[in-house]
């Protein structure tokens, strides 16, 4: 009897894992992905000693939850847009790359968590974010520390992937041209979100009111619009 239950469950595993949208797109164009595999070159991680001008912390970027994207195209996965790339970068350490990557009418968006290998869809926390907390004549935003991200949820699957568990599907074309399948040509901009009834519901995420009046009404989006050129150093992308 212990014997099927444990069969029935490998199998049960297996159906869950590959419901998930980004393994279950079909597998076309195979040798294209192969090829560009082989050309793949994955971004320097930048090199920056002490604490660059005018900051005061060292400049540090950690992907938390370790998804398979990251594995590949590390934070500074965006390079060739060098107005916008910083903040697409920086996004990438509170939400999910397929929030922007992934689109469809029917996606919803939830806090998670990889937890040995698993993405948890969160209910509650102090995630990034959330609100302002004002310490002496400084203003912070909270859950700085918490590695939950936002996450795209479609069917109810989770649209992410953690690296633990799933190393060999970085090895296998078929798999890789299915997960870049999966993803929408066309990407979110800035104004897709930072509006009135943009694609994230920040109060339904948590986001306290202040926070979402900001959010919908953000002054370095509209900043980006208005100026045609932004210069940053360039340990930021």
């Known amino acids: 009897m212990k014997r099927y239950l444990i069969v029935a469950l490998l199998i049960s595993t297996a159906a869950i894992a590959a419901e998930n949208p980004l393994i ?41 939850m370790n998804d398979v994207c990251s594995a590949c195209h590390t934070f500074a996965a965006h390079k060739k847009d060098k107005k916008y790339a910083p903040f697409y970068n920086a996004h990438g350490t509170f939400m999910s790359c397929n929030v922007c990557h992934f689109v469809k009418e029917e996606v919803t968006y939830r806090w998670a968590e990889i937890k040995n290998g698993k993405v948890v869809l969160l209910e509650n926390g102090d995630f990034y974010g959330l609100k302002y907390i ?12 918490n590695p939950a991200k936002i996450v795209p949820v479609y069917n109810g699957a ?28 066309e990407a979110l901009k800035c104004e897709d979100c930072h509006t009135k ?24 989006v509209k900043g980006l619009k208005e100026y045609e ?9």
Request: proline fraction near 9%; hydrophobic fraction near 30%; glycine fraction near 6%.
């Open 134 to 145: 004002q310490s002496d004549e400084r203003v912070f935003l909270s859950g700085e520390d």
């Open 158 to 185: 989770p649209v992410e992937l953690p690296l633990k568990g799933n190393e060999n599907l970085l090895k296998d074309n078929k798999a890789v041209a299915s997960m870049h399948n999966a993803l929408s040509e």
């Open 197 to 220: 009834n943009g694609k994230l519901d920040f109060e339904a995420l948590g986001f306290s009111p202040e926070r979402v009046k900001d959010l919908e009404k953000n002054e370095i």
């Open 229 to 237: 050129t932004i210069h940053f150093p360039k340990f930021i992308w």
């Open 24 to 64: 279950s797109a079909p597998a076309t164009d195979v040798e294209k992905w192969a090829g560009k595999l082989k050309e793949f070159k994955k971004p320097e991680m930048p090199s920056v000693k002490g604490y660059p001008k005018p900051f005061h912390y060292p400049n540090s970027y950690e992907y938390q």
